[in-house]
């Protein structure tokens, strides 16, 4: 009889384990609900949160959804962008740093899993551009392109980097020997000064102004490349020192583009007063 006994209660043991394994499974899921309706609550708070402008907030309500469900949707994405809104452009400081190369660190975690992601691509590169890492600034814009060709702003920020870059050029050689830059080729400056700005700028004038001009064919009315536009033909002038006819055709494309620029910004203006349907708005905000 003992040994039935003993015989039974082995053949019980399986079945027990089984209801144990299953009561564990069901706990287990139990918890993995709660955590991720908590994670979504998390998240919606970070939102609003974000939408006040409470970036800190927002930044410990992103990071609590993403301990709690790491699968959330959006979340790391959230948090990397209330970081780089928590960025300060220009200031070199630790933990200015330490902010930025978190952001770009999540954004980097959010394309490992979708290398197509625009909006991350961009995010870093405007970080990077915040704390003037040009060069990887503009390498990031260029990977934006690489998946849309036709995205302006990227192509246009490529073209503000290489101006930039050729414009600080440009100072370092001026200031030193007591010039001021004219913007129109600065043909009275020595030609020790200008010959070597020729090396210097060439490949940055010319990319810019093939992405400047991307840009604007690839939006219209783009107001802001067109201001580019006047002002990378100024820093080609540089280039062509010592040729007074090449020189004068860049002034005269950079007044060109000047032109157009204030024309359609005006126009750009003019219809953002518009309400639907062709109504008019004064000044005020009154209907006409």
């Not at 003992?2 to 039974?8: A, G, I």
């Not at 919606?44 to 469900?69: C, M, P, W």
Request: aromatic letters at 6%; one cysteine or more; glycine letters at 6%.
């Amino acid at each position: 009889m003992t040994c039935l006994k003993e015989k039974d209660k082995k053949m019980n043991r399986p079945a027990r384990f089984s209801a144990l394994a299953v009561a564990l499974a069901g706990i287990v899921l139990a918890m993995s609900g709660c955590n991720r309706l908590a994670a979504r609550d998390q998240l919606n708070k970070g939102v609003e949160a974000y939408k006040s402008a409470r970036y800190e907030e927002a930044i410990g309500h992103f990071q609590k959804a993403t301990e709690l469900d790491p699968t959330l949707p959006m979340a790391k994405t959230y948090l990397a962008t209330a970081l780089a809104q928590n960025v300060v452009p220009g200031l070199d400081t630790p933990d200015n740093t330490k902010t930025a190369n978190q952001a770009i660190s999540i954004f980097q975690e959010v394309l490992a899993k979708d290398p197509t992601d625009v909006n991350s691509m961009k995010q870093i590169a405007g970080i990077y551009f915040s704390i003037k890492k040009l060069d990887d600034a503009k390498a990031w814009q260029k990977k934006v392109l690489a998946v849309d060709p036709k995205d302006p702003e990227a192509a246009y920020t490529v073209g503000v980097i290489d101006w930039t870059e050729a414009h600080e050029n440009i100072l370092k050689a001026l200031v030193p020997a007591g010039i001021t830059d004219d913007g129109e080729g600065n043909a009275k400056a020595p030609k020790k000064v200008m010959e070597p700005l020729k090396e210097e700028n060439s490949s940055l004038v010319e990319e810019g102004l093939q992405y400047l001009t991307q840009a604007e064919q690839n939006r219209a009315n783009y107001d802001d490349a067109m201001v580019y536009l006047n002002l990378i033909y100024r820093r080609k002038a540089d280039l062509d020192y010592g040729n007074e006819a090449a020189r004068k055709d860049d002034i005269a494309h950079a007044e060109e583009w000047r032109a157009k620029a204030m024309g359609t910004r005006k126009e750009n203006e003019e219809k953002k007063d518009k309400g639907p349907g062709g109504i008019t708005m004064d000044s005020s905000g009154n209907m006409k």
